[in-house]
C-alpha cells in the first residue's frame, strides 16, 4: 500500500503525517508513508493541503483535519 | 444565567464579599472565561459545518473568469466561509491562476481569509461587544476588497513568477461529498483543536481585563499613537505590520491598548496590520510573487488599512 501525505511543510501538514504513520501502526499493515512537498507533485491531486493520498486516490484535502478514527477508516477503506 | 453562576462560585461557595476588590475581580474574570468559551465553541462550531460546504476547488470554481469588482466583493466574502491552511496559499494560488481567477480577485480571497477570522471575531464580541465585532468584520472585508481592487487596476501580473502562468496541474481529483454527520464530526474536531491552541492566550487577555487594569506594556506605542496624535492610525498600522500574532494572541494586546485610552479604530487597524501581515506569510508568498509585487502588497495593505481606521475613528 502506497501512502501520500501532501504538504509544502507547516504545523497541519506535520500532524496530517504524524496521523497517517500512527494509523499504519495500529491498523498493524504494511504501507509506504511518503511525504510530498514538491508543488508540481501535490497540484496533480488537489490545492488544498494538508492532503492524504492512498493508492493513488485522493483521501482527505485540506482544513480541518481527520481525527485517528477517520484516517483509520481513510486507510483501510483502500485496503 | 451565566452571571448568576459565577456570584454563586465567588460569593456562596467560596465565600468572598460581596464588594470586596478581589472578589468583583475574580467573579468578572470567571464570567467572561464562561462567557467567551462558550461563545467560542458554539461559534467555531458553526463556521466549521458552513465551510465543510465551500472546499476551495468550489470558490474557485466561482471566482473562474469574474470580472473585477463583483469578483474582488464575493472573493473578499468566500474568504470568510472558505477553510484553508495557510501552508496551501502557494497551492491555492496557481490553482486559482490557472482556472482563470483575475490576480486582484485571488489577492482579494488571500487577504480576507486571515484578516476576518472567527477566532478574532469572536474575541471581539466577548470583550468588548456585538457592535465592535461587526464593524472589524466590516473593516477586514472593505480592506480585502480594496486591496484587491487597486493590485487588480495596476496590472501587475507581469511580477507573477512565470512558472505559475505555465502550470498544468491537468485533472486534480475531488473528494467525495460528506455526509451531514460527517460534516459535524469535523465540525468537532476542529473546534476542539482550535480552543487547544487558543485557550491560553485567551485566559491572559481576560486576566489583563480583570486583575491588571492599567498595566500596558506596550508604553511606546501609547505615546506615539495615543488620542490626540493625527498620525495615531499610521503609526500603529506600521508598528503593527512587522509584528506577527494570531488572532488570539493579539487580543491580550488589542485590550491593553483600549485600556490606555487608544481610539477603537487606531486599535481596529493596529490589530489588522498584525494578523494580515507577517513574514511567515510573505516567505510563503515569495514563490510565487516577485519582490516588487510583494512590496507593492505590502504598500497597499498598509495603506488600505490606515485608510479604513481613520474611517472608523471618524465615525465613532
Known sequence: MEIKVLGPGCANCQKMEDLAKTAV?????????????????????????????????????????PNIEKVKTLIQGEV | MLKDFASYLIYDLARLDHGSRLA???????????????????????VSVI?????????????????????????????????????SAVPLFIGFVEAGVPLGVTFSFLISS??????????LWGMFGWKIAAIYMGMGLLVAMLAGSIIGKL?????????????????????????????????????????????????????IGGFIHGYVPQDFLVRYAGNGNPFAVPVAVVLGVPLYANAAGVIP????????????????????????LSLPEMI???????????????????????????????VI
Not at chain 2, 486571515?114 to 474575541?123: D, H, I, K, M, R
Request: hydrophobic share 50%; glycine share 6%; proline share 3%.
Open chain 2, 51 to 87: 465551510r465543510s460546504y465551500f472546499p476551495p476547488e468550489k470558490t474557485k470554481r466561482i471566482l473562474s473568469h469574474k470580472k473585477e469588482f463583483i469578483g474582488n466583493i464575493l472573493a473578499a466574502l468566500l474568504g470568510i466561509v472558505t477553510p484553508f491552511c495557510s501552508c
Open chain 2, 284 to 314: 510563503i508568498l515569495r514563490k510565487v510573487l516577485k519582490i516588487p509585487l510583494l512590496a507593492v502588497f505590502v504598500a497597499i495593505m498598509t495603506a488600505t488599512i490606515t485608510a479604513v481606521g481613520y474611517v472608523f475613528n471618524a
Open chain 2, 114 to 123: 486571515p484578516l476576518v477570522n472567527e477566532v478574532a471575531v469572536v474575541l
Open chain 2, 24 to 46: 468583583d475581580a475574580i467573579n468578572f474574570f470567571i464570567y467572561d472565561t464562561m462567557k467567551i468559551f462558550l461563545l467560542l465553541s458554539v461559534i467555531i462550531f458553526i
Open chain 1, 25 to 65: 501502526k495500529e491498523l498493524g499493515i504494511d504501507a509506504k508513508i511518503e511525504k510530498i512537498s514538491d508543488i508540481q507533485e501535490i497540484m496533480k491531486y488537489t490545492m488544498s493541503t494538508p492532503g492524504l493520498v492512498v493508492n493513488g486516490k485522493l483521501k482527505h484535502a485540506g482544513k480541518p483535519l
Open chain 2, 253 to 276: 494586546i488589542v485590550y491593553a491598548l483600549m485600556e490606555k485610552g487608544l481610539s477603537m479604530g487606531t486599535v481596529l487597524a493596529f490589530m489588522m496590520a498584525v494578523t494580515a
Open chain 2, 155 to 207: 496590472k501587475l501580473e507581469r511580477w507573477v513568477e512565470e512558472y505559475v502562468y505555465k502550470f498544468r496541474s491537468g485533472q486534480t481529483q475531488e473528494l467525495v461529498t460528506q455526509a451531514f454527520g460527517e460534516r459535524l464530526a469535523y465540525a468537532q474536531w476542529n473546534t476542539a483543536d482550535i480552543l487547544k491552541k487558543v485557550w491560553l492566550f485567551i485566559i491572559i487577555a481576560i486576566g
